[in-house]
């Protein structure tokens, strides 16, 4: 019995030993596995960056040539799965493919939004580790940052409920702004519940209350039929003045990664969905009320509609550049967008270039310099050469999209060499990147 006791202890102990070496030698398989994951993706990520570079200027000239591949997402029942792992930010979610539909610059052309010249907040979640909550934001329910198959693009997931809201950190709210954001949305079908949605709402309430004056317009997301937009805003002592549905069919639009446009004018509220205008309310907004920017989502059904968003900037001004130009010889915005690492540029920002346009037309006789200028990611070479690109970029859109003669425009890219913001935030990167337009 003794030796009996002795050889068993003896296995036992090689057991734990061996169970602990295998241990280690996984965990240090794993952190390998992962170190080289995160290099598949970079190399990806780069290959496909050289491409667009590449096709920059060919995608404005022969409009819809260049188009642009969103992350594939996947629709109906399968649901992607989120692999947090240990916050290496480069986990991802998985699924079938849905790709966004491409539409060409000239799809634009007559896209007037023109977004505000002071930003106020931007966040792409580039800080955050996946899995978390976001750092710049505040909500009374819970959410994560979430990544989709190999994109290096996140999103926060906003989970639905009544009274939860979803807050980003910034200052109050000017009379004057802009807001955008891209939306993602998962799972909608033609069993997709009719108050199924997502809610942007301007509330004098700095916390998760409705507040005693609000503005409220509701993205409808269910797909079994054309559900209206509506809109509505409460003064306290007077109720409900406004409560309206606007007639729209947004169904296919909220299935491809729309881009969300809002402008505030004083009272005047409009919307963009894409680069189509489906409200605007001349007196929808309680003037020197409201401070405040909140998200909420309801309606979904729990484990099989999910609904993100990404890429939230909120900017003072959206006012008129053509006057800002005939008045300073000069304006400069960040409202022109590219695709990352490429001239590209994104078909919504063609309000703003409309407008040079019209500045152009109006004075027959003036010439003008259009500079690009890039924050401080990659090397000094290559951010010139694209900050010159965009610059060209731009001058080609006036002239393919708007006739404007070549002879009246010239081009320069500046690089990183002018920042006006800190490159090692999100927000000083976003003030960085812009185009100049000087009159000669």
Do not use: C
């Amino acid at each position: 019995m003794k030796t009996s006791s002795k050889t068993f202890l003896s296995l036992l102990i090689a057991l734990m030993i061996g169970s602990s070496v295998n241990a280690q030698f996984l965990k240090k398989l794993g952190k390998k596995a992962e170190k080289a994951a995160q290099r598949t993706i970079e190399r990806r990520v780069e290959k496909e960056t050289s491409e667009k570079t590449d096709q920059a200027l060919d995608s404005i000239l022969e409009p819809g040539s260049g188009e642009k591949q969103g992350p594939n997402i996947p629709q109906g029942n399968d649901s992607p799965t989120n692999t947090t792992g240990n916050n290496s930010g480069n986990n991802t979610n998985t699924g079938g493919a849905s790709a966004p539909q491409a539409k060409s610059i000239t799809v634009y052309s007559k896209f007037d939004y023109v977004p505000g010249d002071k930003l106020m907040f931007f966040d792409d979640y580039s800080k955050d580790f996946i899995g978390d909550f976001p750092s710049k934001w505040n909500t009374n329910g819970s959410g994560e940052v979430v990544t989709i198959d190999d994109s290096p693009q996140r999103w926060m997931e906003l989970v639905p409920g009544y009274g939860i809201h979803y807050i980003p950190n910034m200052p109050a709210l000017p009379e004057e702004y802009t807001i955008e954001f891209d939306l993602l949305t998962y799972g909608m079908d033609n069993q997709t519940s009719s108050t199924a949605g997502i809610e942007v709402s301007l509330s004098d309430d700095a916390n998760f209350k409705a507040g005693n004056h609000y503005v409220e317009v509701w993205l409808p997301v269910g797909q079994y039929a054309a559900f209206g937009i509506r809109a509505r805003n409460y003064v306290y002592g007077e109720g409900t003045a406004i409560n309206s549905e606007v007639r729209s069919d947004i169904r296919q639009a909220v299935l491809n990664q729309p881009h969300i446009s809002i402008a505030v004018n004083k009272a005047r509220f409009r919307l963009w969905v894409n680069e189509e205008k489906y409200v605007d309310i001349p007196r929808l907004v309680p003037q020197n009320k409201l401070t405040t920017l909140k998200f909420n989502v309801n309606g979904l059904k729990d484990g099989k509609e999910k609904i993100f968003i990404s890429n939230l900037k909120v900017a003072e001004g959206g006012v008129d550049l053509r006057r800002k130009l005939l008045s300073d010889g000069k304006v400069s915005t960040n409202g022109i967008l590219f695709d990352v690492g490429s001239a590209n540029i994104q078909p919504q920002s063609m309000g703003i270039i409309r407008q040079i346009s019209q500045v152009l037309v109006q004075e027959a006789s003036m010439k003008l310099k259009i500079v690009g200028h890039t924050d401080a990611d990659g090397s000094d070479e290559s951010n010139l050469k694209l900050s010159k690109n965009r610059a060209d970029a731009v001058k080609n859109a006036l002239v393919s999209v708007y006739g404007v003669s070549a002879d009246r425009l010239t081009s320069e890219g500046k690089g990183e060499g002018e920042p006006v913001g800190d490159n090692n935030t999100p927000d000083g990167k976003a003030q960085n990147r812009r185009v100049e337009f000087i009159k000669q």
